[in-house]
Nanobody
Framework: QVPLVESGGGLVQAGGSLRLSCVAS????????MAWFRQAPGKEREFVAS????????YYADSVKGRFTISRDNAKNTAYLQMNSLKPEDTAVYYC??????????????????WGQGTQVTVSS
């Protein structure tokens, strides 16, 4: 498992933007598929986006496609989630996840074995 630390959450008005960051403490960061999940109160954790090690492949949930962008900087061991045009229904705790050499189309919680502690994103209407 890989230690992951998220940051960047906060309170924003609808239509606003936030960028989340996730730093991984691992030497071979480029070999890990990184993903973002979210969990709203009373709901199950759901997939948001994933990115392959070389950043050549990305995959998004339909609910965020066109609004969110996942990226990574392998030199900094960091993955990002740029969130634009935020909606109140985006309110959730956002979690970073990682798995060694996982296809980006794998979107299940059980597909990932490393998790961060989560960062709260609240979008007000």
């Amino acid at each position: 498992q890989v230690p992951l630390v998220e940051s960047g959450g906060g309170l924003v008005q609808a239509g606003g933007s936030l960028r989340l960051s996730c730093v991984a403490s691992v030497r071979t960061f480029i070999t890990y598929t990184m993903a973002w999940f979210r969990q709203a109160p009373g709901k199950e954790r759901e997939f948001v986006a994933s990115i392959g090690g070389s950043a050549g492949s990305t995959y998004y949930a339909d609910s965020v496609k066109g609004r969110f962008t996942i990226s990574r900087d392998n030199a900094k061991n960091t993955a990002y989630l740029q969130m634009n045009s935020l909606k109140p229904e985006d309110t959730a705790v956002y979690y970073c996840a990682a798995r060694y050499f996982l296809p980006v189309q794998r979107v299940g919680v059980a597909d990932y074995n490393s998790w961060g502690q989560g960062t709260q994103v609240t979008v007000s209407s």
